[in-house]
């Protein structure tokens, strides 16, 4: 693997939209979309975070093994949360 | 004579294991390694985000009234704080990438600093919430922040175990299971997840700092362990995951109640 440097200028527009992403979430925040609320939080996040593990931590430019280690976590997670389907079907768990 | 290869280009020094073939195989298997951890990262964190998804379900009315009691300024200010640090930790490793001491040095003292105002800021968020009587445990209130405003918290005990005897009756039963002590226990849920998550992520924060300061020692005495840049570069992902769990930890539990 070769270590791809990137510009500082890719660097700080990542730094900025993060920025942007951050105005946004607050904003957002400020009004009641009802179930939607947790929704458009979780997008902002996930494309805040997806962000970073592309640039700032370098994913993008890896190689394909790399690329399989930083998915397995996220494969981890999505298991972890099927245990709401538990709580889902015995209705104790309504929405979000 | 040391059978290590070496592959130097401009300050940058990396000498390849005897059990690699290559540099880039060796690079790679830090890599992989350090994500490896940050996997287990994820579990761990993983196991609380499920834990605050389904109290916050179970009981929407009370984790939203309860979350209003956190600071939504203080949050975002540590937010911007955090994102601040993730760049100037990309930053401090594409020094190290390029083999630049000095550039190194100071952005990791840049992060340094970044995560220590976290921290300060954290450190103002519990001191309030101890004040107010929101840490989990025997002296948890809800209420107490509101009925010092009106003046009478001095009685704020006994007004409590009157409440509670009242709603437990006579004979010690519970006969509404929503009402009173219930619902404050719900909302000392949200405290619990509040603390365990914050608090475990603050650990990290500090875990970070202690890593950083550690390189920046090393890269001052010019130590070949930093010479090649791999090390700076683990301590960044770990940096930079931090981040993305406070990413999460911030509209979660500040921005949105239910």
Redesign the interface.
Known sequence: MEHHVLSVKTYASVYAALLVLLVLTVVAANFNFGTFNIVVALIIGVTKAVLVILYFMGVKFGTRLIWLWASIGFVWFVLLFLTLGDYITRGSVIGW | MSAEAVHAEHGLEQHVGVQYSTI?QQ??SY??GM??F??TE??FF??LF?AL??Y???Y?AEFSEAHHRLD?FLG?VN??IL??S??S???AV?YA??GQRKGLIAMLLVTVLFAAGFLGVKSIEYGTKFEHHLFPGPSFDFNYEEREKQGIAEGGMAARGEEQAAVAGPIGLETNRTTGPVLEDRKQMFFVLYFAMTGLHAIHVLIGMVVMLVIILLAAIDHPAVRD?IPI?MA??YW??V??VW??L???LY????
Request: proline content about 4%; hydrophobic content about 55%; charged content about 15%.
């Open positions: 880039e690079n790679e890599i992989v994500w490896t940050l996997v994820i579990m993983g196991a499920l998804t389904i916050r379900s179970l929407p939504k975002t937010t911007f994102l601040s993730s760049f930790m990309a930053l594409r990438q390029l840049y570069e960044g992902l930079h995951f981040d993305i990413i999460f911030f509209p979660l921005l949105i109640g239910h």
